[in-house]
């Protein structure tokens, strides 16, 4: 929508502050774009300075400046405007609009405007829609608030909606950080319906084709250093297709040669995934490289996968303690207790470790060696060999925490969830 003086169909106004948790779970990253603020308040100059250095927004060219509506058309009589403008101004209805009518005289045609006022009117909200106001947003609002705003604007444009990530790693080598993230995979799609592809990016040692008894001749790797050819054509011809709702990019599982990846590469594969399926599951190598540092990071969600012994608790600590540095305005990570109950060892309570990461622990998987070799050995998931088994329920439990369910009824598939919560919406009303 550009800023100029198209009339637009009426739409309901907003209804104050889009609370802060929904955001985080609805704000993806945005892509290369420019985005100049203009604030009144110190309270909203503070809060677009922190959407200006979250991990969603690091590829913008962001910029905050005081001065308001007044402040914007000045610069822009001698500057040319970015892709969005961000205002915010305290001034009456009146005086917005008379303000914003000045400001179409400098504004370029397909720049986008988003306001953030104060004052919650329906007729103030329905005449800004009229002159071209892209979104109103009423104050006070959060960091992300105002990244989903503008990645609102960004996907209603480009005509689609990203896919979230959810990165899985392991505080230790040998924890169960694929297994788990395999099985979570599965669930996903079986249980929730949800359409999902597992990327293997351990390449050279990857169990995804084993633990799904799949070989496919192509997958990461050849995406990954694909270079000029890669789009999403190409991307889709890549992915195995293991269900109807269940994609797999594949480890080659070679040691042909060496993988020394290139953080722009993996961040271009990952980036064409999202936008074919709503959910990718990242399966990454235990190791700390720079690649692996900023795919983990940038992630949507992330799930830690621990053993309850003091290494892993040693380094489930660290890693926390820098998410918490470098994702301030996202969820905590997700942390699974793997491999608990495993005779003869000395093991931490689940309690006690996730008091000392100061994160609640989702779920704790017992240690059932027979249980995991048999479907390992027959490429199965724990689900496929004995569905009711305890972490088949565990695998399950985890899917709706990441996916926002945790109201699904435990043990319930997902479509029989979807049907048990329209009969009870059904007796409420």
């Known amino acids: 929508m550009s800023f100029a003086y198209d009339q637009q169909p009426e739409a309901e106004a907003p209804q104050g502050e889009t609370p ?77 609009l008379a303000e914003l009518d000045r400001l179409a005289d400098v504004c370029d045609a397909d720049t986008q405007v988003i306001v953030i006022g104060h004052n919650n009117d329906v007729l103030l909200y329905r005449q800004l829609m009229s002159r071209g106001v892209s979104e109103y947003l009423v104050a006070p609002i959060g960091p992300v608030d105002a990244i989903a705003s503008v990645g609102r604007l960004v996907s209603s444009e480009e005509g689609k909606q990203l896919g979230r990530t959810v990165a899985f790693l392991g505080a230790k080598g040998g924890v169960g950080a694929s297994t788990v993230a395999h099985n979570f995979a599965w669930s996903m799609s079986q249980d929730l319906l949800k359409t999902v592809t597992i990327a293997d990016f351990d390449l050279p040692f990857g169990t995804a084709g084993l633990d799904f008894n799949q070989d496919p001749a192509q997958g990461l790797a050849d995406a990954i250093f694909a270079g000029d050819r890669l789009d999403e054509s190409y991307i889709d011809r890549l992915l195995w297709k293991c269900t109807d709702r269940l994609s797999l990019f594949a480890a080659p599982s070679t040691l042909e040669r060496d993988y020394d990846l290139e953080y722009e590469a993996v961040e271009s594969v990952i980036d064409h995934v999202r936008g074919l399926v709503p959910f990718t599951v990242l399966d990454l190598p235990h190791q700390w490289t720079t690649w692996t540092h900023k795919t983990v990071t940038s992630a949507d969600d992330i799930v830690l996968v621990a053993s309850p012994d003091l290494g892993n608790l040693r380094n489930a600590k660290n890693m926390v303690d820098l998410l918490k540095q470098h994702r301030r305005n996202d969820r905590p990570p997700f942390l699974v207790l793997n491999q608990v109950g495993v005779p003869k060892r000395p093991e931490i309570a689940s309690q006690e470790f996730a008091e000392a990461l100061e994160i609640p622990c989702t779920v704790e998987i017992g240690f059932d060696p027979q249980l ?38 435990a043990g319930a598939n997902g479509l029989i969830a979807q049907l048990m919560a329209r009969f009870t919406r059904g007796g409420d009303s």
């Open 20 to 96: 802060q948790g929904d955001a985080v779970e609805n704000a993806g990253v945005l892509p290369r774009i420019s985005i100049q603020a203009f604030c009144e308040t110190q309270a909203i100059a503070d809060t677009l300075q922190q959407a200006r250095t979250d991990r969603r927004a690091s590829r913008t060219q962001m910029s905050v400046h005081m001065g308001g509506v007044a402040a914007a058309i000045e610069f822009y009589e001698e500057a040319p405007t970015p892709n969005i403008i961000i205002l915010e101004s305290q001034g009456s209805g009146e005086q917005l």
């Open 372 to 409: 995991f070799g048999m479907a390992a050995n027959n490429g199965q998931m724990i689900a496929e060999a004995q569905a009711n088994a305890k972490p088949a329920e565990a695998f399950r439990q985890l899917a709706r925490a990441v996916a926002g369910h945790n109201d699904a009824p």
